[in-house]
């Protein structure tokens, strides 16, 4: 178990940007807890009266957690803020705005509870901390994702309208209440009848979506339109993530490496028994493309086994060039395939204050952005590993 407390699961941004005293834009240290980034953002634009488009961060931080991360605003004067669970300190000036590009790492420290014993960790510490982990994306990345109704951008990728905007209406996903399930349940049930679909809308931007098929049945790519951006390239990250996941999944194992599987939202997230078998194969020197129209592939098997999950879903490459939603795009860019926690710390073990009888383990590490510290947790509680 992990984050049963906020200051269990601590993330620090680490980033390097490059500070101009005359810059148009104000750098600050957003520390928080209780909210992800997004939300908080927009809480921010409408305490500090300024449009959400002035705010540029380069990742999103858990919502679980006590996280700190950079963010530039583009105004000219040094504003400070703090509220519920929040604070907005200055940090100096950007001639640019913030991005994912200048953040090096994240800090962790992370408090895992509720463990039968700690003897049997003592392998696996040192397994990871000497070959790491697989660098999955885990199931926060498919939050938006309903195996019933498929992923957004898939349905985006074969031109069909209506079953996209239904996927991103009516989708049943993790941690929504009861009461949105059954409300998007109703949704479904009622879908093309627009007028019955317009009474359940539960925000502006449903309304307005709907407003757009009552006066024009079938014209889904319109109403598509009315998703806002980010909204948009969420839902492309998750299916670009997705086919990501299973390309990692067939090389591991063709290379015939042993493994153990922990069940995830899209699929299993597989971890090597032996990390020696993994470096034999050559896995850690690999660094494999995000699905899009232009990929570099340097392993021959791994563009092989890329066009095999492609051919099964009847799609190609040339797909992914898509200009149908506005100035969203598929970008592909390298990620490790294997990566290796830094600085990686036992900063405290014992008894569980919160669980009697059970054990805890605190740890301290560094992993490189857009890897996720829940993957390398996954690998430390999945025992035994014979």
């Known amino acids: 178990m992990i984050k049963a407390r906020p200051e269990d699961f601590i993330v620090e941004e680490r980033a390097d940007p490059p500070l101009s005293p005359n810059g148009r834009f104000g750098l600050y240290r957003l520390s928080k807890s209780g909210w992800n980034t997004t939300d908080l953002v927009r809480h921010l634009a409408g305490r500090l009266r300024l449009p959400p488009d002035r705010f540029a961060y380069g990742g999103k931080k858990d919502k679980h957690g006590r996280t700190s991360q950079y963010l530039t605003i583009d105004d000219p004067a040094e504003l400070c803020l703090e509220g519920a669970n929040f604070r907005l300190e200055p940090a100096g000036r950007m001639d640019r705005p913030m991005g994912p590009d200048l953040i090096r790492s994240n800090g962790f420290t992370v408090v895992i509870r509720d463990l039968a014993g700690l003897e049997q960790l003592g392998t696996a510490l040192e397994e990871v901390r000497t070959w790491g982990v697989p660098n999955w994306f885990d199931d926060q990345r498919f939050r938006s994702y309903d195996p019933e109704r498929g992923f957004f951008a898939e349905k985006i990728l074969r031109r069909h309208w209506n079953g996209a905007l239904q996927v991103f209406l009516t989708s049943i996903t993790p941690g929504l209440a009861g009461r949105e399930k059954i409300r998007r349940a109703e949704l479904f049930r009622h879908w093309r009848d627009w007028k019955a679909c317009r009474a359940l809308a539960a925000d502006a931007l449903e309304r307005t979506v709907f407003d757009v098929l009552r006066n024009r049945p079938e014209d889904f790519s319109e109403a598509l339109h009315r998703i806002p951006e980010e909204e948009t390239s969420m839902q492309f990250a998750a299916f670009q993530a997705h ?41 850690p020197a690999l660094r494999l493309p995000t699905a899009a129209a232009r990929m570099d592939f340097a392993d021959p098997e791994a563009e092989a086994l890329f066009n095999d999950i492609l051919r099964e879903r ?16 598929f970008q592909s860019f390298l990620r490790p395939a294997v990566v290796v926690p830094g600085d990686f710390q036992v900063l405290d073990r014992g008894e569980d204050e919160l669980h009697p009888g059970r054990k805890k383990i605190a740890l301290r590490f560094d992993l490189p952005r857009g890897s996720y510290a829940t993957i390398l947790v996954k690998r430390l509680t999945l025992m035994p590993f014979q």
């Open 243 to 283: 086919l990501w996941n299973e390309l990692l999944r067939r090389l591991i194992r063709s290379r015939e490496i042993r493994v153990k599987e922990h069940s995830g939202r899209e699929g299993p997230y597989l971890f090597w028994i032996d990390g020696r078998e993994a470096d034999k194969s050559g896995l």
């Open 314 to 329: 009847s799609l190609s490459r040339a797909a992914f060039r898509t200009k149908d939603l506005r100035r969203v795009r």
